[in-house]
């Protein structure tokens, strides 16, 4: 680190604390603003910059343009400019700085990536397990709550026996931002989950953990991860299975058969409507049926 560094990491430490105690944001979301910032006291340092109010809008193209020379895509430039200009505002806010240099500071736009999702038969292909040992049991049961409501892996990871209702077909799930939200699962997954409880004491489980690991301890994401990329390939599925997948052809599924945008919204756990819409691939033929069905200028052959 150079020698003009340090004086600009004690505000990092500030903002970082701020996010992990006030925001309240998860431990991932926190891990990508310090590795932005550490790269930005870096940079900012090469360039000379020894506190943050030194910083000007010419330096914070320097620092956009340092960047993408050392070969960030846009994508990854958008987040780090966007963790500059949540620090700069927060640095205002503090009143250290008058105003943030960074705000008129935008990237080019790139495509945005659109998970492929699973049809419905593969999901099927996928979901047909055997119950040949309590191991598997559980990963059918992992599958169907992830597929059935739309999971996060972080939510699945999370979830407590305590939370589930397999009566009223129900669950609690931890979602970002510390929000709690109601989901309904469906009897397929209410039907696995009562095979999987069947076996959990099996595993003698220390705490309250719906999903166990082979140690009686609650399974990891990276367990998740690997275990459902492994179903993939035993099941003969054509593409790579993991968590994100699911929760995307649960959403596709769900628009391609309701068509409600704003329900599938709040079974996302989604804060903003255009997140949801990054879900939604309906092709056009579909559109246009639904248009000339729908609105009163579409009739067609009439004068």
């Known amino acids: 680190m150079t020698p003009s560094a340090p004086s600009l990491q004690p505000p990092v430490d500030a903002f970082l604390r701020y996010l992990k105690v006030e925001r309240q944001l998860s431990p991932l979301t926190q891990i990508s603003y310090s590795r932005q910032l550490q790269a930005l006291i870096t940079l900012a340092a090469e360039l000379g ?71 419905v038969d593969e999901m099927n292909q996928l979901l047909n397990i055997d119950l040949n040992d309590p191991l598997a049991v559980r990963d059918r049961a992992m599958l169907e709550v992830m597929y059935g409501a739309g999971l996060r892996l972080a ?50 489980p220390d705490d309250d953990a719906m999903f166990l690991s082979s140690q009686g301890k609650r399974i990891s994401a990276r367990n998740v991860q690997k275990r459902f990329a492994e179903w993939g390939v035993k099941q003969g599925v054509n593409s790579h299975i993991h968590p994100h997948k699911l929760r995307h052809s649960f959403a596709t599924h769900m628009l391609e058969s309701s068509g409600d945008l704003r329900a599938v919204q709040e079974l996302l756990g ?19 049926k639904v248009y000339d069905a729908a609105h009163p200028r579409a009739k067609r052959g009439k004068s």
Not at 61 to 68: C, F, G, H, Y
Not at 171 to 199: C, D, F, N, Q, Y
């Open 155 to 204: 939510e699945l990871v999370g979830l407590d026996c305590r939370y589930v209702d397999l009566i009223g077909g129900e669950i609690w799930v931890m979602g970002k931002g510390s929000k709690e939200r109601k989901l309904p699962i469906g009897r397929t997954a209410v039907t696995w989950l009562e095979h999987w409880l069947a076996l959990r004491d099996l595993f003698a």
């Open 270 to 288: 989604h804060a903003n409507l255009t997140t949801t819409q990054i879900y939604t691939h309906l092709d056009f033929q579909h559109l246009a």
């Open 49 to 119: 910059i020894r506190e943050w109010p030194m910083l000007d809008v010419a330096k914070v193209r320097q620092l956009a343009a340092r960047s993408k020379r050392a070969g960030l895509q846009s994508s990854s430039l958008a987040l780090r400019l966007s963790a500059l200009r949540s620090f700069l505002d927060w640095l205002v806010s503090q009143g250290v700085l008058h105003a943030n240099p960074a705000k008129g500071i935008r990237t080019p736009r790139s495509g945005r990536h659109l998970p492929k999702n699973i049809d």
